[in-house]
């Protein structure tokens, strides 16, 4: 049975830990979590709105780069174009020339189509020219010709295409600017490809990617740092409340023995003061009773009588003996009638007035709590009969809402609680209310001490049972 029960305390032990752990490390992962995900939010929320302004601030600049080289190629052509004629043959030749050399880059040029759709300048991409591109399309379907010639026509303006990059034959997004030349009704323009802006945009994507996975492995080390923490004071408050309990344990059978101890004296004091003096005197009665019959004295019946009281009072001491260690009125008829019991035989015993005041309980008293009661009283009236040097003293019992209620109070010179708490009596009456998840209360002064005992309703039996607490 001992090893059985060291395994289960074990078992119990580790269950406790578990339970602590859990209760400390549970809010702390949720709180991690929950960090975690809102970092993770608010970080690609604010990257996204940063690279999405790194994306428009770019395009912004390569359509200024688009505006400054049409404006180059406006400023070379501007002397032929300015002083033509609409049908000028030779100026618009002229033109197409310089325009032809113009080219930037690896893969910069200006392009030149008419308003009817046919090409008239592309020097990196030849195969273009004299052709009618009039409904090209790219691969996604966009107009890129027509479109050409109506931003052409409408004033000049930017149109986003795909298109074959010179360098590599694939096609790119491409950003181009076109202006119309009105008089020659043509359509000049030049492209950027911005396939690089869309390349530094996935790398600053990725470059947060990178942080985000950077900010979880430190949330992760911290948390795991913290779960640490938690285990080892976790542990250390184990170990110390472990170590705290063992002593209170120690303390605590240590004191049951002194008051087993203080117990048995009291009872063989009685047995050998009381009882034994009795039986004493009652043998000696019958053996004066015998030696009398004996020699045919008269008086022997005054000594059998004397025997025979001497044998009732042993008889009402054993009584008394068994009803101070468990008296029977307890068990039998309930908590009121046995604290009028021991307020009588204290009043008969010391002469000091007792008013006793009992409540009807609508629900029973289980055992634990009527016995616990019991004793807080006894010990009080013991404590007022030994120490108080008081005159009168009121009990009451009584139930409320909240469960029930035991108070004695006395006028005599009073104590200090706090002095007095290390005696063996005031310290048996705070275990046995503790041991309810009650509370014990005393108040004292020069006038007189209250000690008020407190049991928790769920030490009242339900209205259903069969046995009721009597008055």
């Known amino acids: 049975m ?56 770019l395009l912004e600049a390569k359509k200024d780069e688009l505006r400054n080289y049409i404006s180059i190629a406006r400023t070379a052509i501007g002397a032929t174009y300015g002083n033509a004629l609409p049908e000028d043959e030779d100026a618009q030749r002229q033109v197409m020339q310089t325009l032809a050399a113009m080219i930037y880059g690896q893969d910069g040029y200006f392009f030149v189509f008419d308003y009817d759709g046919k090409n008239l ?15 090209l399309e790219d691969a996604n379907g966009v107009p890129i010709t027509s479109e050409f010639i109506r931003v052409a026509r409408s004033g000049g303006g930017y149109h986003s295409h795909l298109w074959f990059k010179p360098t590599t034959g694939e096609q790119a997004e491409m950003v181009t600017y076109v202006i119309g ?10 492209g950027i490809f911005i396939d690089d802006i869309r390349t530094t945009v996935a790398s600053a994507r990725a470059g947060v990617e990178q942080r985000i996975q950077r900010t979880f492995v430190y949330i992760g080390a911290i948390t795991a740092a ?9 542990l250390w408050v184990n170990i110390r409340e472990r170590t705290l309990a063992d002593a209170r344990l120690k303390q605590l059978t240590q004191r049951i023995i002194d008051t087993q101890e203080e117990e048995r004296g009291r009872v063989a004091r009685e047995l050998h003061d009381g009882i034994s003096q009795i039986l004493v005197s009652a043998r000696y009665a019958f053996d004066l009773t015998k030696r ?12 059998l009588e004397k025997g025979i009281a001497n044998l009732t009072t042993a008889i009402q001491e054993v009584r008394r003996i068994s009803r101070d260690l468990r008296p029977g009125t307890l068990d039998d008829l309930g908590l009121g009638p046995a604290i009028k019991t021991l307020t009588d035989e204290f009043t008969d015993r010391t002469g000091i007035a007792t008013d006793l005041e009992t ?15 019991f004793r807080v009283a006894q010990e009080a009236l013991t404590n007022i009969e030994r120490h108080a040097a008081a005159s009168e003293v009121k009990v009451r019992i009584f139930g409320h809402k909240t469960g029930a209620t035991l108070r004695v109070q006395d006028n005599g010179t009073g104590f200090h609680p706090d002095r007095a708490r290390g005696g063996l009596g005031l310290r048996n009456m705070e275990e046995r209310i503790a041991q309810l998840d009650g509370t014990l209360r005393i108040l004292s002064s020069s006038s007189g001490t209250v000690i008020e005992a407190d049991v928790p309703l769920t030490h009242l039996l339900r209205p259903d049972s069969t046995m009721r607490e009597s008055a």
């Open 2 to 57: 001992p090893d059985q029960v060291r395994i289960n305390d074990k078992h119990l032990t580790r269950r406790y830990r578990l339970k602590f752990f859990l209760m400390a490390a549970a809010p702390l992962l949720l709180a991690m979590g929950a960090i975690a995900v809102l970092v993770t939010l608010q970080s690609r929320a604010l990257a996204e709105r940063e690279i999405a302004s790194l994306e428009v601030q």
């Open 121 to 135: 300048v592309a020097p990196r991409q030849t195969q273009l020219i004299n052709e009618n591109w009039l409904g």
């Open 181 to 190: 030349l009105q008089d020659w009704r043509w359509v000049l323009g030049t």
């Open 226 to 234: 913290a779960l640490l923490l938690v285990f080892v004071a976790g």
């Open 292 to 303: 009398r019959l004996t020699l045919g004295d008269s008086r022997v019946a005054d000594s």
């Open 359 to 373: 409540v009807v309980f609508r629900n029973r008293l289980d055992d634990d709590a009527k016995t616990a009661l």
